[in-house]
């Protein structure tokens, strides 16, 4: 799954910031899926419901608890060993993984509740008793687009693992109609039932037989259920579309990560794969798609058509997939006969803006297929794109499901950024059909298994693609790895391995720690084991749980059985149970001895950008904080470099010798930045690199350019470093002519902007980035040819670059820059003709609409609502945040939210791009307290839309009275509980303490600066 949909470009943003910079998040979106929202993550979790019933239930357990005491112990032993072999049966290990002592935990929680419910009140468990064990389900729907309704019967084969008399299973808002249950014995026959209901808190029907069901028999329900097709994202939902004037709808479901349940009843837990035939009835006027072909369909007199398709592998039930729409399609073929289509609206497959995403998907194919050595297991892959979904993306088998602006490309308008961020989200859901419906992670606690290998493999297959992209070494460490280390290197961020019990912990998952952190984690055992031995291991991971799941100790032991074949004997276990259970990341201190000549001190903590929460929480960051952390290092001078070394790093405080080293000697820490943690040197060393840059930077490699760029900035920010170390880095720019040192520290800067930007001294701020800029502004200029698809590869880096140069140039106020964006735009209103190419027209439309008057907002307005390219729609409505008309960005808000012209998805980006206007910060800031409860209601239980939209209107927020507005507004929302403000909260505090520790400290360097 792919989170975020509507990525918005960031770096609009920045533009807004012509005359007051702001915020510095916007680099973060740079790359789609709202890197923007870094701070943000998952789900601010609607506790009406869930919360409130989880307490009764609490109760109910303990008074449970308490009364069955004695019953517990007796069965307790007979119990979890069924228990277990149910695990095992399975498909290895349930709930729990492995040898660490938090997951065991989890495991022994999770049974001693199913033990001491179950045979009693197995519905008021959190988890379906692990009892019965679904095998088949026939499915059977009748979809009617005219009210938005369908009925449906299910039929679902099951075998009994322990004796009960109960079946659980889950439902979500369907009214059940009819329940039958046949045993299977020789006898076949209906089964008495005693009673039936439904418990809400935890989305189940039970059904109470009058027999009890037997161990190792197989048994049949049948049911019968009607249900609404919801205006909401989630479930069997509906949207329309604009075609030719008039309106369309379709229906398509959302089903990760529970909601299968609200389109049928089922066993809606990853463990339970079973097998699945469905038959969808509707309208002959529509056409219907499911993760299989279709394998018969049928016509009725009457103008109905039902499509039976065939029968799916085993798989688990929030990948099952069906839509039903009137798309037209484009397709291809593997040369192993996989037949891929691109449906879309027929307006856009007549354009041709789906056969880039068809083109890269059939290469994709073949190299999944060749790097994991396991063939694709459906016959066909059908990729759709639906005007509205709550993620960019989503990964059913067979039947992947994209928002448009994720997969459609007009072949006539499109930038790099829109292109590359196209292509990512591509390549992450094509992954998934490995790393996701094929294998499958046991529970949510490991769903990172399957989204950091999704993430990861962007940047490893878009390489595939593009080779000249170079992403896996470059764009990774931007986008990803430092991203990812702002959010984590906050006290309120979590294990990326979190333990999962109730409903609502598993929309807090899926956040950027298991997205980004995932990724990179991955990345550094990629690196530290070796490519051939990590795609072995691989290989034999996915050879071993195929069609079944696995859990992250799974993975674990395939890797260390992959090393030991090389012979190499590491307990990856054991190394990486640090990284997956432990909150946060290192930062390692290198620093020469002394007294012992060529040898080094090296040092490990944890890092976080508010030290305070040390002394607040000193059980958080006790002494068991510590990381196995594979350190490369080389030493250098200005003639010289040493080859690579790896240490281990164990241990809180360890020395080593390295090669020989004298006065002139730097000594440079994870090469390549392969690793997850930061480093830190004396600042004589400092001095020595910041020298080096400055005399001939390619002696470093160009991705520990913007790793020390980042590394130094951070540090500076949690007060590990002097103020004065960031800028000076910086001062070597001019010499800098890749693109990635460039977007690290463009990066850094938007944020540190954030800090400032209201500052009275600000211009001393922004006169000295523009020093560092315009040489290399006026040198590249501005494009003047679009680049066509040959050109395209080689021109990236360079393109890239001069778009990050102007960015930075007119939003720290560069008047040459300014200009040039103001031609450019009367160009296009006197002419009608937009002659602005696709790469920077975020650019100047965004500078435009800041810098002239009201007409060009107008102007844009209109255009917004004519255009039909999706990627020019979205940078249009960027656009018109920049105004520093609060009329006009009220008017805006209110259109928004209260009216059909901006696509529901959109509204939030509209009203967090007003938060990065500095001039409309207080605007929106006021906006969404006031909206809060529409927003909530509307927006609260799509994952990250809340939690994005909470952090993108508060992280700007530093001083003391905002802090309080802020508290205050937490406390009468009810939202104390919600992690997305906790984290609010704490970036708050820390851009407040900021200011008061280093503010003066860094304009005092300032303005001694040399020219500055
Ligand atoms: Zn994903």
Request: net charge neutral; glycine share 4%; with cysteine.
């Amino acid at each position: 799954m792919e989170k975020e949909c509507f990525a918005f470009n960031l770096k609009l943003v920045l533009m807004q910031r012509t005359f007051v910079p702001m915020g510095f998040e916007d680099m973060n979106m740079r790359n789609g899926r709202a890197l923007s929202d870094q701070w943000a993550d998952s789900v601010v979790v609607r506790p009406r419901t869930t919360e409130q019933h989880v307490k009764v239930h609490k109760r109910l357990v303990l008074g449970f608890a308490i009364s069955i005491l004695t019953l517990i112990i007796v069965t307790v032993i007979a119990l979890s060993v069924s228990f277990e072999r149910c695990a095992a049966e399975s498909s290895g290990t349930l709930a729990g993984n492995g040898s660490s002592n938090k997951s065991s935990q989890s495991r022994d929680r999770s049974i001693s509740h199913r033990v001491s419910e179950d045979g009693q009140q197995p519905w008021r468990h959190l988890r379906l008793p692990a009892t019965l064990r679904p095998r088949h389900y026939d499915l059977r729907l009748s979809v009617y687009m005219d009210n938005f309704t369908f009925s449906g019967e299910v039929n679902i084969e099951f075998e009994c693992v322990n004796s009960t008399k109960f079946i659980v299973l889950h439902t979500d808002r369907l009214e059940v109609t009819k329940v039958l249950v046949y045993s299977d014995s020789k006898k076949t026959g209906v089964m008495r039932i005693h009673r039936r209901f439904y418990h809400q808190p935890n989305q189940v029907y039970v059904i109470a037989l009058h027999r009890e069901m037997k161990p190792l028999r197989t048994y049949k329900i049948n049911i019968t259920f009607e249900a609404q097709i919801e205006n909401e994202l989630l479930g069997f939902f509906r949207s329309s579309y604009m075609l030719y004037g008039e309106r369309r709808y379709l229906a398509v479901t959302q089903f990760s990560p529970t909601h299968a349940r609200k389109a049928f009843p089922c066993f809606d837990e990853p463990i339970y794969k079973a097998t699945f035939r469905v038959s969808l009835r509707h309208e002959s006027s529509y056409q219907s798609l499911s993760n299989m072909p279709v394998e018969t369909s049928t016509s009725d007199e009457d103008g109905w058509v039902t499509n039976h398709f065939s029968r799916t592998p085993r798989m688990s039930t929030y990948y099952l997939a069906w839509a039903v729409c009137n798309f037209t399609y484009r397709e291809s073929k593997t040369d192993n006969g996989v037949v891929i289509r691109l449906y879309a609206r027929p307006d856009a497959i007549q354009s041709g803006s789906g056969d880039y995403a068809l083109h890269i998907t059939k290469r994709l194919l073949q190299f999944y297929q060749d790097y994991f050595k396991v063939k694709y297991s459906l016959p066909k892959l059908d990729l759709l794109a639906v005007p509205k979904h709550p993620y960019a993306a989503m990964e059913n088998w067979g039947l992947s499901v994209f928002v448009e602006q994720k997969i459609l490309l007009d072949p006539d308008v499109f930038s790099f950024s829109y292109q590359m961020e196209l292509t990512m989200v591509v390549v992450h859901e094509i992954c998934h059909q490995w790393f996701g419906d094929l294998v499958t992670p046991v529970w949510w606690e490991d769903v990172w298994l399957k989204e950091g290998f999704a993430n990861f493999f962007e940047y490893i297959g878009t390489d595939f693609l593009f080779p000249k992209w170079n992403m896996e070494n470059q764009r990774f460490l931007t986008d990803v790895l430092h991203e990812v280390m702002l959010l984590d290197g906050l006290a309120s961020s979590h294990p990326i391995s979190q333990e999962v019990y109730e409903a609502t912990d598993i929309d807090r998952v899926f956040d950027w720690i298991a997205y980004k952190k995932g990724a990179a984690l991955i990345r550094m055992l990629a690196n530290f084991m070796g490519q051939p031995v990590f795609q072995r291991g691989l290989n034999d991971y996915l050879m071993t749980h195929m069609y079944g799941n696995a859990a992250r100790d799974d993975l674990w032991n395939k890797f260390s059985e992959a090393m030991q074949r090389v012979g190499k004997v590491i307990n990856i276990t054991e190394v990486m149970d640090r990284w997956t259970l432990q909150t946060g990341y290192p930062v390692v201190t290198i620093s020469k001895n002394d007294s012992l000549v060529n040898t080094v001190t090296i040092s490990q903590e944890h890092f976080v950008y508010d030290t305070d929460a040390k002394i607040r929480n000193p059980q958080l960051f006790n002494k068991s904080f510590q990381w196995q952390i594979p350190l490369t290092l080389k030493v250098g001078n200005s003639s010289h470099v040493s080859r690579e070394t790896t240490i281990w790093v164990c241990n809180r405080t360890e020395m080593h010798r390295v090669g020989h080293m004298d006065g002139e000697t730097w000594l440079l820490g994870n090469i390549n930045q392969t690793g997850y943690f930061r480093v830190n040197y004396d600042l004589y060393n400092w001095r020595l690199l910041i020298q080096q840059l400055m005399t001939n930077p390619t002696i470093i490699y160009v991705g520990n350019r913007a790793g020390l760029i980042d590394d130094v900035f951070n540090l500076a920010r949690a007060g590990y470093l002097p103020q004065n170390i960031p800028l000076q880095i910086i001062s070597y720019l001019s010499q800098e002519s890749e693109f990635l040192p460039w977007h690290a520290a463009s990066r850094s800067l938007y944020q540190l902007d954030k800090l400032l930007d209201r500052t009275e001294d600000h211009s001393l701020f922004s006169d000295y980035v523009l020093k560092q800029v315009s040489p290399k502004y006026h040198k590249m200029g501005w494009p003047t040819t679009s680049s066509d698809g040959s050109f395209m590869q080689a021109a990236y880096h360079s393109q890239e670059l001069q778009r990050e140069v102007i960015m930075l140039a007119c939003s720290f106020g560069n008047k040459h820059c300014h200009r040039q964006a103001v031609s450019l735009m009367s160009d296009w209103i006197s002419s009608n003709k937009n002659r602005i190419l696709p790469n920077v027209r975020d650019i100047v439309y965004c500078t435009g609409v800041s810098l002239m008057d009201e007409d060009v907002w107008e102007f844009i307005w209109m255009k917004f609502h004519s255009s039909t390219a999706v990627s020019e729609k979205k940078i249009l409505l960027e656009a018109l945040t920049c105004s520093d008309n609060i009329y006009l960005l009220n008017r805006l808000l209110n259109l928004s939210l209260s009216s059909d012209m901006v696509p529901d998805q959109d509204v939030i980006d509209v009203i967090i791009h007003v938060a990065r206007n500095p001039l409309g910060r207080h605007l929106a800031w006021r906006y969404f307290r006031e909206k809060w409860d529409i927003l909530n209601s509307r927006y609260g239980e799509a994952l990250f839309l809340n939690s994005k939209l909470i952090s993108g209107v508060t992280e700007f927020l530093n001083t003391e009275t905002e802090l309080n507005e802020l508290k205050d507004f937490i406390l009468t929302c009810g939202g104390a509980a919600a992690p997305a403000f906790a984290r609010a909260v704490e970036i708050v505090q820390a851009n407040v303490k900021w200011r008061t520790l280093f503010e003066q400290q860094f304009y005092q360097w300032l303005r001694k600066a040399p020219g500055g």
